[in-house]
């Protein structure tokens, strides 16, 4: 168990639709980081935050976004929904800032778009 | 900006024999290295890490990795391979405020 935690498990939503997924990171974790998993396009990074600020950003679409909140839980926000947003979402979190903190990964939220 | 290669794909071993899983990395200083395994339906785990010292450096589940300056690489080794560890291995480079990651290697264990 990484301490990382994610709901919900599975989602299962229609194109179209809008989803929150939620992450708690481990106790004492200011960053978090949220990827996106499928079978074509691997572990793709999307965004990090860092106490609450916007830290860094990757391949994120603009119908998706984030915000990490004071008490440092983080929620991904996807909307338009597509066929092809169905992936696992995993969220990380870390000590530090900088990607030379390991990360400590949740067991990720299983997204099915229908 | 850094990046990562695994080479291979997928690699199959039979169980109790030696694995070596290959990352080249490319970075105009020394980075951050780590290795991650990820089990089916799992999330990543952090198997092991290399900041600097010893180029050797122990993980958890008897994993070993080597970081070699000169060919800009980060193997992962394991004397004896348990079917337990079929499994989808990730090696990782962090510098800066960013972790990329490798495309994953998976890795089947024939009994």
């Known amino acids: 168990d990484s301490g ?5 498990k599975h989602l299962i939503t229609a194109t179209g639709q809008r989803v929150t997924l939620r992450c708690s990171p481990r106790s004492g974790d200011l960053s978090v980081y949220w990827y996106q998993q499928s079978l074509d396009q691997g572990l793709q990074f999307l965004i990090q935050y860092y106490n609450g600020e916007e830290r860094a950003k990757g391949n994120i ?9 004071p008490d440092l839980h983080s929620e991904l926000n996807l909307s338009s929904l ?5 992936a696992l979402y995993f969220c990380a ?4 800032p900088a990607g030379t903190y390991e990360q400590y990964f949740g067991p990720g939220t299983r997204l ?3 | 900006a850094q990046s990562v290669t695994q080479p291979d794909i997928h690699i199959t071993v039979s169980e109790g ?3 070596e899983l290959r990352c080249n990395y490319s970075y105009g200083a020394t980075p951050y290295l780590f290795w991650y395994v990820q089990s089916p339906g799992q999330g990543l785990q952090l198997l092991l890490k290399y900041f600097s010292g010893d180029t050797l450096v122990q993980g958890i589940k008897g994993f070993e990795a080597e970081f070699k300056r000169s060919q800009s690489s980060f193997n992962l080794r394991k004397p004896s391979v348990h079917w337990s560890d079929a499994a989808e291995y990730f090696c990782a480079v962090g510098a800066g405020n960013d972790m990329r ?5 998976r890795l089947t264990v024939k009994p």
């Open chain 2, 17 to 19: 024999a030696s694995l």
């Open chain 1, 82 to 86: 597509e066929l092809g947003d169905s």
């Open chain 1, 4 to 8: 990382v935690t994610q709901t919900p």
């Open chain 1, 61 to 69: 679409l603009e119908r998706f976004s984030a915000q990490q909140f």
């Open chain 1, 93 to 96: 979190s870390s000590v530090g």
């Open chain 2, 101 to 105: 990651f490798g495309a994953g290697t």
């Open chain 1, 112 to 114: 099915t778009v229908t």
